[in-house]
């Protein structure tokens, strides 16, 4: 069965970074368009960044310029680069197909607070 497992969360101060990982087990992870996800405090989840198999990237204007999304198809592992961290990025971090259609993981927590 396809499981997504997220990590890489933290506490960090605003201006810092952290650096997230996902691993996708029992999916064809070559094919589809992957995305990072975000749910913070009291808000609906939103898509923040997006990859597809070959590599072309899309990003949220709440994010963009200080996120990166990659890829390493062999190992079935999304990543999001987080620079310039600020505090209403504090959020908990999902990982799924664009669009969802995996049974979503834990997630993993971002707080951005000094």
């Known amino acids: 069965q396809a499981q997504l497992v997220e990590s890489g969360g933290g506490l960090v101060q605003p201006g810092g970074s952290l650096s997230l990982s996902c691993v996708a087990s029992g999916s064809r992870f070559s094919i589809p368009t992957m995305g990072w996800y975000r749910r913070g405090p009291g808000k609906q989840r939103e898509l923040v960044a997006r990859?597809?198999?070959?590599?072309?990237?899309w990003y949220g204007d709440s994010v963009k310029g200080r996120f990166t999304i990659s890829r390493d198809n062999a190992k079935n592992t999304v990543y999001l680069q987080m620079n310039s961290l600020k505090p209403e990025d504090t959020a908990e971090y999902y990982c799924?197909?664009?669009?969802?259609?995996?049974?979503w993981g834990q997630g993993t927590q971002v707080t951005v607070s000094s």
């Open positions: 990859i597809t198999s070959y590599g072309a990237t």
């Open positions: 799924n197909t664009v669009p969802s259609i995996m049974a």
